[in-house]
């Protein structure tokens, strides 16, 4: 299947990665569905979609036509079956669960048509654990966004040993239509290329902290002033959100059986607190309207 071919792109999931996709999809030009068990998360999903879009549209990001033209081009439902049934390709952006994802695949494999592309927006998880579930492996890869889609220019596209090369080229193209740079990787490995280097920072962020070494307010501070970057690991795992962090760690243990990889005992307390970052308003730090307080 060429990227000229496809009809509908439908994204799984109306999560924080989820409606940005859809959005990107729809802006791109593809007629876009996204689906979501969860009737709220997609009202949220919509107001969220066009909040964003306005303030596109205010500073001559998009004009007034290009918006209205994408929002009718993007539609939301809770139905899986009516989501999936007509579709050319699926990005799952669901739980960072593997058991979860095992189930989505099982189901998508069932009522999605025979020729229908799988894209997995796992972070870490390989699609060769998933694709598994399904009776087209061939057809099954990854493609890593980053948060915030609509502002990270940036797609990790992964294949596993079984994923075609038209599979692959389909994910890349789609990549370039909705103006994203992909990085096709022909190797599996957990955590890809980004979440490797960037989890190896906060592991041993999150160290200095166990071991009362610094402040995690000092090692935010550490990071931007001398190693230059934009944000602290802190207020990173607060941004993508603690639970993530969590599920990623969970599962590259399971994957390893290495207690090095399990989740620090820290990151674990947050996650049962339900002190999950900023979607929360309480993680490492405390949001409220007027800002960030420690």
């Avoid at 071919?5 to 996709?21: K, P």
């Avoid at 859809?22 to 007629?31: D, Q, S, Y």
């Avoid at 025979?114 to 060769?128: D, K, M, R």
């Avoid at 998933?130 to 596209?157: Q, W, Y």
């Amino acid at each position: 299947m060429r990227v000229e071919d496809l009809q509908q792109i439908t994204v799984l999931g109306a999560g924080q990665m989820g409606h940005q996709i859809a959005m990107l999809c729809a802006l791109g030009g593809f007629e876009t569905v996204i689906q979501d068990i969860n009737e709220p998360a997609l009202k949220s999903a919509e107001s969220i979609l066009q909040d964003i879009m306005n303030r596109w549209v205010s500073k001559g990001r998009l004009s007034a036509e290009e918006k209205e033209s994408a929002f009718k081009r993007l539609r939301f439902t809770s139905n899986f079956e009516d989501a999936v049934r007509n579709t050319d390709f699926v990005i799952e952006a669901v739980v960072e669960k593997l058991e979860v994802k095992r189930d989505v695949f099982a189901k998508l494999d069932e009522l999605a048509p025979p020729h229908a592309v799988f894209a997995s927006n796992s972070s870490t998880i390989v699609n060769s654990l998933i694709a598994s579930e399904t009776g087209r492996p061939d057809k099954v890869v990854n493609m890593h966004f980053f948060f915030p889609p609509l502002v990270m220019d940036c797609v990790e596209v992964v294949m596993s040993e079984k994923t075609s090369e038209e599979t692959a080229q389909l994910a890349m193209d789609i990549c370039k239509k909705i103006n994203r740079t992909a990085v096709l990787l022909k190797k599996e490995i957990s955590g890809f290329i980004a979440n490797r280097i960037l989890g190896a920072l906060q592991k041993e962020a999150l160290n200095l902290y166990e071991q009362g070494i610094a402040d995690f307010k000092d090692i935010d501070i550490i990071c931007k002033k001398a190693l230059n970057h934009p944000i602290g690991p802190f207020e990173l795992m607060d941004l993508s959100g603690i639970d993530v962090g969590y599920y990623v760690s969970e599962q590259r243990y399971k994957e390893t059986g290495n207690p090095e990889d399990k989740p620090a005992a820290c990151i674990e307390e947050k996650v049962n607190q339900g002190h999950l970052g900023r979607k929360t308003g309480q993680g490492w730090y405390t949001y409220k309207k007027e800002g960030v307080k420690s």
